[in-house]
Structure formats: C-alpha cells, structure tokens
C-alpha cells in the first residue's frame, strides 16, 4: 500500500522517497586520487619526451661518427661499438623506404624476398665482421649517410650494400689522433652548456624566469677523451624497437 506523507507543503511518496534512495550514483574520484592519475600521465608525457631526445641524441651521434668515417676513410672507436652503430643506421634507413610499410605478398613481389629478410641478411653479413670492419667501410658509411640520395631504389641500395659487404679484408683501427677539430667542438659545446645552466640557476634564484635554449641549437656529441665510450645496449633497443616498427602487416592486404 502507497503511502505519503507532506513535508512543505509538497506530497512525497514513499515509493519515490525508496526509488531515489537506491537511485546509482558514480562515486567521485578523490581529489588526492585524480591528482595522482594526472601526476602519473605527466609522468608517462616526460617519459615519452625524454626517450625521443635521447633517441635523437643518438642518431645525432651515429650520423656524426658515419660522416667522420665517410670524410676521413679511418675509424676511432671500437669495433664491436661502431657495428651497432652501422646496424643502426642500417636498419633506420631502409625503414624509410615505401617496401617497409608493403605488405609480405607486395614486397616479394617487389624485392624477391620479404623486407624483414633482406634486412637480416645485409645484418647478418655486418655480423661477419669480427676482427675489424670491412676495407669497404668508408663507402658503406658513405651510402649510409645518403642512401635515397644514391639509390632511390631499395633493391639497388640492398645490391650495393651486399656487394660492398661481400668482402674478405678489414681495417684496423687509426693510430693517429682523433680529429682535434672533434675535440674542441665537444669542448665548446659542454662549455656552452655549463654556461647555460649557469645562467638558469642564477635567473631561478633571481626570480628570473630561464630562457631555454632551442635543442636544434645544442648537439651533443659523442664523448672523445674517455675511449669514445657509447651505450651499445641502448642503440640495440633502438635497433629492436625499430625492427618492430617496420615489421610489415601481412594481414592487412
């Protein structure tokens, strides 16, 4: 049985008294909560922008150490190193070719094998090379730097890279100094960039909001004075990640 009662002046049943009762709400997130979340897709935003620089830190120091090679015929760095290096650029420049995005049947059709084979196996011919790399390294480094440039057909750059990496004899590494021209530019540039942050600490404490720098502005090359160290493992994830970015979608046709 219905029952009412007034409250105001204004009749409310006690059906509709229950039905608002049990009436679904979302519960609001706790403004502690969704600071957190907004935290953490800053976080993951930072993340995401610290790992483009320094992917592009990098590809600024391989193309740099691949044009000192390609103008000079001598390399300074160790071996093992300086191959991630080239796989790197390898496997970046052939990622920009149209055959990369085909699909499995339009790149056999295309190249006579898949993309991802005949990547593999210009990696796997690089691999060869223990002792030292090819006598043909300055050419390699050279085709690198420009491959579109020389060859605007992929099946051409991959015939020229194979025949210049069908070689038997190696170079060793150059006893002479490393370009001292390289080591004052490295010099200059952490000069600059001690001054700049300098010059950020004083406005901060000032009260002064920095200037930051254009990045193009600043390039950070490789180190020279410590053995030219470079983080191997860091150009292999790149080398795997940039593998996955290519792979092609054979279902997509």
């Known amino acids: 049985m219905m029952q009412s009662r007034t409250q105001n002046d204004v009749v409310v049943s006690d059906t509709d008294a229950d039905s608002s009762n049990h009436r679904d709400f979302v519960t609001p997130i706790p403004h502690h909560d969704q600071n957190q979340i907004n935290n953490n897709d800053a976080d993951v935003?930072?993340?995401?922008?610290?790992?483009?620089?320094q992917q592009q830190q990098q590809q600024e120091e391989v193309t740099h150490i691949l044009q000192l090679?390609?103008?000079?015929?001598n390399f300074w760095h160790d071996w093992d190193k300086l191959k991630s290096m080239l796989s790197f650029q390898l496997k970046q420049v052939f990622s920009e070719y149209a055959e990369a995005k085909m699909?499995?049947?339009?790149?056999?059709?295309?190249?006579?094998?898949?993309?991802?084979?005949l990547v593999n196996k210009l990696d796997e011919a690089l691999s060869c090379f223990i002792e030292g790399p090819p006598f043909t390294l300055?050419?390699?480094c050279e085709i690198l730097l420009d491959a579109k440039g020389i060859y605007p057909n992929l099946s051409k750059l991959a015939l020229a890279l194979e025949?210049?990496?069908?070689?038997?004899?190696?170079?060793?590494?150059?006893?002479?100094?490393?370009?001292?021209?390289?080591?004052?530019?490295?010099?200059?540039?952490?000069n600059a960039s001690e001054e700049q942050k300098q010059e950020a600490d004083n406005a901060a404490q000032n009260g002064v909001e920095p200037v930051v720098a254009d990045k193009d502005e600043v390039m950070i090359e490789a180190d020279v004075d410590d053995d030219m160290k470079v983080d191997t493992e860091a150009f292999e994830d790149i080398n795997k990640s940039s593998e996955t970015d290519s792979e092609?979608?054979?279902?997509s046709a």
């Open 45 to 53: 935003d930072v993340n995401a922008s610290s790992q483009r620089e």
């Open 103 to 117: 699909t499995s049947e339009e790149q056999y059709a295309s190249l006579g094998e898949s993309y991802s084979e």
């Open 163 to 190: 025949k210049n990496l069908l070689v038997t004899s190696t170079l060793t590494i150059s006893p002479d100094p490393y370009p001292q021209t390289v080591v004052q530019e490295q010099a200059d540039q952490e």
């Open 138 to 140: 300055q050419r390699v």
């Open 69 to 73: 090679i390609a103008s000079t015929g």
């Open 248 to 251: 092609p979608n054979a279902n």
